[in-house]
């Protein structure tokens, strides 16, 4: 049987892989395969209710850690946190059809810092038009906003919030701090309603959102269920890829591979292809085609703690298990000169009859790192995040904690709130021992990005140009978090679809 050969392969069906596959395929002359390693659901009442319920029952990053659509990543975030848990999407739809729909957009100052690394293809004014493009703001309608696009954002109302959250906004306000109605305006802070891409409850993945528009087209392959293994690189030109797909080795060639695999999986399948650093690449018996110096270096997140109480006892805690995000403070930090580089936000877990103040950290100074271990593509790669491992943002971290505290000591929180239960005062007696008690406890807000970042062809330890094509290789790209030269002001999906939207378009222009 011949090879199968397309003009475009793309790898991985997630929140950007899924946006590059059906615009590049609005072209009915341009033939697009497909290829996701989990499975795809056509239809959305195929759809489990663990991928397809949202915030209609309190879902947030709560799929089953050992089930089938999830990668089940662990990572070392911390000397004293060694086996976090990294959840990401193995299902078409990616990471955004299991994540908690926060649709949170970069702001234009994170865009700015991108520009100044050589990228000027990605300044806020240029990117705008393809933030609105992909977005159907249910709320909003001005030159900030579109109302067309595949993603449904709406946000709770004031009659939908819980007790605990009205509170939230008496408790922050009362402390100074402004209030906005939208996150996503590019002058917002303080504390408001998130925007959220589940209207309905359903999570509104790029599955829902962008595949439901490509399915039926001639030149549009989709193949479920097919594990990339490598991309197959000829004379320093990507060919093709290998996969398995039903216990089977395949091959596919394709004129160009675009590589959306996810901020973990497009660096391994770089390393798996002989391109990364020479050194892990030769432990393995992985022939070296290219010494790349940055491929799974510069791993960003967002560090997170939570200040947790017990609830009073005659509270009554909601029906669904987990609270979902409903509002967010953002601000900036004490002596900080990044605006909007810290966020807040107030959830609740009935089992434990707790309430949660999350503490969320934006534009770390610390960097983490990925290194292969293994020729074996199903073996992950060792993830050392090193989450505050500098000391601003332990001290951004410290502060945070300390002001969420004081936030729960007023008022509105009376009849919801009891006893502080984490961190307890020994923990708070000073510096040091909040700080132990920080790397005890810092973990991902599952934000990973930047393995395989972009900049000019003289930093050597820039992976891809402004337009996701990787140095020194033909035919070859990545569209996907990997390619941000730092972690933005905001959760990633709607980043993630944004970078999908500019590549799509680099390659069609």
């Not at 089930?67 to 000397?79: D, I, L, V």
């Not at 970069?106 to 933030?131: C, H, Q, R």
């Not at 996503?184 to 309905?200: K, R």
Request: aromatic share 6%.
């Amino acid at each position: 049987m011949a090879t199968p050969k397309y003009d475009v392969i793309v790898v991985g069906a997630g929140s950007a892989g899924a946006v590059v596959a059906t615009r590049l395929s609005e072209d009915p002359f341009r033939h697009v395969l497909l290829v996701e390693a989990g499975h795809d659901y056509a239809n959305i009442d195929d759809l489990p209710d663990e991928i397809k319920q949202g915030h209609a029952t309190g879902t947030d990053m709560t799929i089953d850690p050992e089930g089938e659509h999830n990668w089940a990543f662990t990572a070392k975030a911390t000397p004293l946190h060694t086996n976090m848990q990294v959840p990401r999407g193995k299902v078409t739809g990616g990471t955004s059809a299991i994540n908690g729909q926060v649709y949170l957009r970069a702001i234009p100052e994170d865009y700015e810092l991108w520009v100044a690394e050589g990228n000027d293809e990605w300044s806020y004014e240029k990117t705008l038009p393809f933030m609105k493009m992909q977005e159907n703001d249910l709320d909003i309608s001005d030159q900030y906003h579109g109302n067309s696009g595949p993603i449904i954002v709406r946000r709770y109302q004031p009659d939908e919030l819980f007790d605990d959250q009205a509170a939230f906004i008496e408790a922050v306000t009362a402390a100074g701090f402004t209030t906005t109605s939208d996150h996503n305006h590019p002058a917002s802070t303080g504390v408001g309603p998130l925007p959220l891409n589940n209207p309905n409850g359903i999570r509104w993945s790029t599955a829902l959102g962008y595949l439901a528009i490509a399915r039926d087209r001639p030149n549009f392959t989709l193949s479920a269920d097919s594990h990339a293994t490598r991309v197959l690189i000829d004379d320093k030109t990507a060919v093709g890829i290998e996969y398995e797909k039903d216990g089977k080795l395949h091959q596919a060639l394709a004129k160009e591979v675009v590589l959306s695999a996810g901020p973990i999986g497009s660096p391994h399948l770089l390393m798996l292809s002989g391109l990364g650093r020479k050194e892990q690449l030769e432990a393995v018996d992985i022939e070296v085609i290219a010494d790349m110096r940055g491929v799974g270096q510069n791993l960003r997140d967002h560090p997170s703690v939570h200040v947790r109480w017990r609830a009073e006892d005659d509270f009554p805690m909601p029906g669904v298990e987990v609270g979902p995000q409903k509002v967010a403070l953002r601000y900036t930090a004490r002596g900080s000169e990044l605006r909007n580089d810290m966020v807040a936000v107030m959830r609740w877990s009935s089992h434990n009859r707790e309430f949660l103040m999350s503490a969320g950290l934006y534009l770390a100074k610390a960097v983490g790192e990925m290194r292969l271990v293994s020729s074996d593509s199903h073996q992950q790669p060792q993830l050392d995040y090193h989450l505050l491992d500098h000391p601003a943002d332990l001290s951004r971290m410290r502060d945070a904690v300390r002001m969420h505290i004081e936030f729960g000591k007023h008022s509105a929180y009376s009849g919801i709130l009891n006893e502080l239960i984490d961190p307890l005062p020994i923990d708070l007696e000073s510096d040091e021992t909040l700080d132990h008690w920080l790397l005890s406890r810092a973990a991902t807000m599952h934000h990973i990005s930047c393995t395989a970042r972009m900049g000019t062809k003289s930093d050597p330890m820039a992976v891809v140009n402004q337009y996701g094509q990787v140095h020194g290789i033909n035919g070859l790209r990545i569209a996907d978090l990997s390619i941000m030269p730092d972690c933005p002001r905001a959760n990633t999906n709607a980043p993630a679809i944004t970078i999908g939207e500019r590549i799509a378009a680099f390659m069609t222009s």
